[in-house]
């Protein structure tokens, strides 16, 4: 069937803000979405809160909301767009639950809306857990024993009858926030009460635990005239009990003989055709190592992350089909992209292995729990593709950026084998490496698998790795022996490193397509890996498609993290349309299956690769590029500048000498004196003796941090000598290579500015302003465009000195500038000559194309040529507030108080014509509540933070809260006129915090303390309980403040007008 | 450390393919040592070698796995799909040396040992099935002595050719199966039959008689089937023409057929219709087919070099039932007398997708009709 005549004007849904559960794969979706949509000349009207994504782009759409995705905002969207049809399969989560939700409140039906892909019917089939169940059964589908329950009695009894260990699943939650698994009656009692409270139904799925069993996933497709096909099948290397967004992953499956993996095949294929999805789907299931029995765990009927490691694994573009499909096409009419003679009905066939590794924060959190469970806890992944599984590995080991270049975790060298047989029973993000440390040490594979349940196949694949090592470690380093280790993975820096010999010949990789079809047909996909094999089919494809034009590398930036997000997956891509449209050829690198600049339709060529010197190193021999691209990749691809230079590339924009000048901080303190502008004193130290003596001479507080970071990894303020004594004992736990910054801590007004310069003169779009002063890392402030506080002096200081620095330190195209305003003085605190996080959004309330002005500068043209003045835009008409958002409920033990390391996965923008109404969509969009659900505040705060309260806790009582308060804070409200309720601390007699929240009372915590990181210190355990029981809490003052603010504004988000950003 | 050695030991046995075309590939040396000439062929199944192996379809075939990583879940005593391997040669990219399955009792090497098969590992195989699929079938042979004439010894490759293919594979004698709830009985001609076609058969309770491939109709009535099932097979169909002149007369016994691969070309082949040889095979588990009954596309496992010309089928015959979504060749006839249809893909799967199944079960509602 071609496309739908009755379907003109859709809505599309995105998924919000980057949270752990829901990363970049849903603008990955999104952007195949609504270019599919397009296509097909359908108007399509975007919603989704998240502005740093490519689907929010205005060419992406013809109208683009930037609103808060809840059902208010929606229904006020359908009622003035008028679409025909909502598509609620791409958006996650979110998007599926917010369609339902207006589905059965009969909303769509008076609106004449469909939903197309999946009806309510198909949803609830899918995700209540008992219609679940019901239709599995219906089917004859094994299903694991389970019974929902809405109380913890009823879950007690049925543990009772069906034995432990149990799991806890709550209903409707996203990433299986609030489950868990019990081993006994006392763990089932905790962790069922806490998935109770979050379901948003209360209610809870109590099964029987399979873990140990193999965990398997299927990707299918369906469409309207019952067409399927599977496009993937997928392996977890850890067995069902670790969260597939946690496993390490392998595709397609391989220990499954064909009776077991047709068996599951056709499983899948019954599942979807029973639930009717059109579109894409993933199933799940649990299938027993010693036999034929398997069990169904779950299906999402809709585009998910498994789906989209599906799509980048094969080539199958899932996201699209699902689209086509969902607005009318058939399998048979939708060609395949990839070979372009075949059709969308068919399964590809792969003739290389996949390995996913997941990317966790627990660099960041290091003291939230590290156990891995039924709850996900990474912020994103990495794809790694190899001819071996074990050349896939170890290509995946570096991919993840955690300073290894092999399986062996430095921390784990000097432990006893005691020791590591012990830690293979720990389920964490490290296991991995654990189990490597013990085939080191000559545990046997069969121990190895009875303690982790990991297949034998996988251990013993990680032997060969160890014996490889093995081998070369002792003798000669032969070419025989080269060329095994290359083949499997090692780089010669490894190789020399283990052998101590130089490698007798250098070997560069050879590159293999990703077609779809196992080379049985001729394939033009742009897209390669690397392996070690004498043909090189990127070479060839290169030399067959020869256009003549200059080619240009862009280096992307790996895994999603805290700190490193989806916005440079946006500048990468940016960039990449840039230099096609200035006639140049852009090849991607990359690594993340999730993103956008993934596909390969977006440059001209994609290498799926590590980001790693030597990985880059034989891409450059294979395409001789004119020239390459760092500054929109993150920490990642500038970290590969000083080898770039080394090896004579042409760097486009800024060079790397200026980077560095930027970085170091000897030399950067020379360029700020010769600009004549003030930064907070600083100094710089390598021991603990040396921090604590500069420190003291600072004068505290001081702010500490390594040089060379981002997202201000491992960054703190100290406001004793012991804070330093502290941080400096774990940061020189590890080799120093650089030292410590050491900085007079300014707590005064942080300002930044993004600028893209040509070398003479410079353009600032807008300068933002942060709510919470400075000490809270950029990213988790709450920033503001245009800035509503700044004079006109220090706004022209700001432009003065981003000038001058730029002209400098000679910065070529993007630079990112941080300042901090203190006693009526702006200081410089940061200069980054790269890309940033705010770029995107501020290309999108500003109208300039920045990402694309940077890359053109840095090909040659001039900001006058381009049409823009020096100096800082005109401010347009709205103002745009950008709000953080945080992950903390899936971090058990992570701190949520703010401070100078970021902490927020991802953000939301607020969007109006004056501050307050952008910022209190945004605080809606980041999911606060604005309206009144309990009756009191809890505040309990640090001394120095307690003058500014009696003005906060007055506007709480102004909108008619009571103040409930810990002692001290308490105390000090009561001696300046606020009466407030005083309870004690965690743990102390009732009525005590815990009591109160549980009251459910409690609408917001406003708590700051000095001390806090790790989980046993007394307010964090508080902090920590009120995230479980979803309260919202503050941390900053200043954060405080704004909200207070919004609520006073006793409005609805019902009373604001929804701005199309496509016409501002 | 003994380890280490041992592979090494294992290492330095080299192997060779070497191609009509005069290419060598040097590789590894696993299974059984020799020389053993073939037709190259390749295979995009990702699971399923040992069905793939013990297929008599690939008698005289040398076939390629394109997916890099063989042998990882074993071999064991059910998944064969007939009593031996009939490949004349193997070609992996890896042979998994530690297979991890339940069922597994053997590794791939073992298996192609105990066999005498030989197998060669460690090459490109992507480069080799590109060449493969541009020439067509190609003469190859693997080797663990390198011909020390390589040239005579290229020359003689290109001479080879599979004769009598399914007179090498079929049975001798006729065997009946009984089947626990014996409702129809069906006679199935042994062109090579996979054991999948059998267990199909009599999971849905028939009782089934494997007759040879030259067996005379005149055998076949005194058995007094309920159904005729052609089987699979290897090679050029047009040379079969002992089966062919057999199948002529067919139809006129009036009893439900249902012919799979080579039985399905054998059967247009005796109804006037022609044959060609494709330029590119269809070999793997991931091809899509469209059944024009149903308005339906499904997924099958494939492994045949010939098709059908779906216009040569006389109008008096029958109708092209099922086409190729790639590539449009006929995948299926359906005869018009209303007694006869078959097929060019496996309904039977093993390995491959078991989407087709349903044809199965037509054809016993064939025969219920005529009870």
Known sequence: MPLRKDIKKILVIGSGPIIIGQAAEFDYAGTQMCRSLKDDGLEVVLVNSNPATIMTDKTMADKVYIEPLTIPVLKKIISEEKPDSILPTMGGQTALTLS??????????????????????????????????????????????????????????????????????????????????AKNREELTIIGENGLRLSPITQILIEKCVSGWKEIEFEIIRDSKNNTITVC???????????????????????????????????????????????????????????FEYAVIEVNPRVSRSSALASKATGYPIAKVSTKIAIGYTLDEILNSVTGKTYACFEPALDYVVVKFPKWPFDKFVYAKRELGTQMKATGEIMAIGTYFEQAMMKAVRCIELGLDTLNLPKLKNKKTKTILELLHNC???????????????????????????????????????????????????????????????????????????????????????????????????????????????????????????????FGSGPIRIGQGIEFDYCSVHCVTALKEEGYEAIIVNNNPETVSTDFDISDRLYFEPLTPEDVESIIETEKPWGVVVQFGGQTAIKLTKFLKKKGMNILGTSADSIDEAEDRERFDKLLEKCAIPRPNGKMAFTTEEAVKEAKELGFPVLLRPSYVLGGQNMIIAYKESDVVEYMNIITSVELENPVLIDK???????????????????????????????????????????????????????????????????????NIQYVLYEGQVYVIEVNPRSSRTVPYISKVTNVPIVDLATKVMLGASLKELGYKSGVCEEGEYVAVKVPVFSFPKLHDADNHLGPEMKSTGEVLGIDKDFETALFKGLIGAGYELHKVGNCVLITVKDADKPEIVPLAQKFIDFGYKICATKGTGKYLMANGIPAIVINKDGGPSPNTTDLFDSGEVDFVVSTSKIGRKPAVQSVKMRRKAIERNIACLTSIDTANALANCLLMNKSIEDFKMVDIVKI | MEKSSKEKEKKDKKAYLILADGTVYEGYSFGASGTSVGEVVFTTGMTGYQETLTDPSYYGQIVTQTFPLIGNYGLNDTDKESAKVWVKGYIVREACEEPSNFRSKYTIDEYLKS??????????????????????????????????????????????VINDAVKSV???????????????????YDYGYKANILRSLMDRGCDVTVVPYNTSLAEIKTLSPDGIMLSNGPGDPTENIEPIAILKELMKLNIPVLGICLGHQLLALANGAKTEKLKYGHRGANQPVVDVNLDRIFVTSQNHGYAVIGDTIPEAVG?????????????????????????????????????????????????????
């Open chain 1, 100 to 181: 339902m939700q207006l589905a059965k409140e009969g909303f769509l039906e008076e609106e004449n809306v469909k939903l197309l892909g999946a009806t309510p019917e198909i949803i609830d089939k899918a995700e209540d857990r008992q219609l679940f169940k019901d239709m599995l059964e219906s089917i004859g589908e094994p299903v694991i024993p389970s019974k929902v329950v809405t109380n913890i009695v009823d879950a007690l009894e049925f543990a009772e009858e069906i034995g432990y260990p149990i799991i806890v699943r709550p209903a409707y939650t996203l990433g299986g926030t609030g489950g868990g698994i």
């Open chain 1, 233 to 291: 099948s997928m392996e977890n290397v850890d067995p069902v009990g670790v969260h597939t967004g946690d496993s390490i992953v392998i595709a397609p499956a391989v220990t499954l003989s064909d009776k077991e993996y047709q068996m599951l095949r056709t499983a899948s294929i019954n599942i979807i055709q029973a639930l009717g999805v059109e579109g894409g789907c993933n199933c799940q299931f649990a299938l027993n190592p010693h036999s």
């Open chain 2, 115 to 160: 066999q005498n098969i030989i197998g060669l590992y460690g090459i490109d195989t992507r480069a080799l099935t590109k060449k493969i699929r541009e020439y067509g079938v190609m003469n190859g042979a693997i080797t663990t002595e390198m011909p020390v004439d390589l040239d005579s010894f290229i020359s003689e490759l290109k001479n080879y």
């Open chain 2, 319 to 371: 109708f092209v039932s099922h086409f190729s979504a790639n590539d449009k060749s006929c995948e299926g006839i359906e005869y018009s007398n209303g007694n006869a249809f078959t097929v060019q893909f496996h309904p039977e799967a093993c390995g491959g997708p078991q989407d087709t199944q349903y044809l199965f079960d037509k054809f016993i509602a064939m025969m219920s009709e005529k009870k």
């Open chain 1, 428 to 554: 964490d993000d490290e296991r991995i490496f654990v189990v490597y440390a013990a085939l080191k040490r000559g545990i046997d594979i069969d121990t190895i698998h009875d303690i982790t349940k990991i297949d034998k196949w996988f251990i013993s694949k990680l032997n060969n790795l160890v014996n490889l090592e093995l081998e070369l470690a002792h003798g000669e380093l032969t070419e025989e022996k080269y060329k095994k280790a290359k083949k499997f993975g090692f780089l010669d820096t490894t190789i020399e490193k283990i052998s101590g010999q130089k490698p007798p010949l250098k070997l560069y990789a050879s590159y293999k397509m990703v077609d779809t079809c196992a080379a049985e047909f001729s394939a033009e996909t742009p897209y390669f890996y690397s392996t070690y094999d004498d043909e090189n089919e990127a070479a060839e494809f290169i030399e067959e498609h020869e256009s003549g034009k200059k080619k240009i590398i862009v």
């Open chain 2, 170 to 188: 079929s049975c001798k004698k006729a065997k009946r199966y009984n089947s626990e709830d014996s409702k129809y009985h069906i006679v199935l």
């Open chain 1, 745 to 815: 801590y300014l707590m005064g007004t942080e300002l930044e500015v993004d600028a893209v310069c040509d070398g003479e003169d410079f353009l600032i779009p807008g300068i933002m302003e942060h709510i919470e002063r400075a000490g809270v890392h950029s990213g988790d402030s709450i920033s503001v465009y245009p800035p509503q506080t700044i004079s006109e002096d220090v706004r022209n200081s700001i432009i003065e000195y981003t000038g001058k620095l730029a002209k400098e330190l000679k910065v070529l195209g993007l630079v």
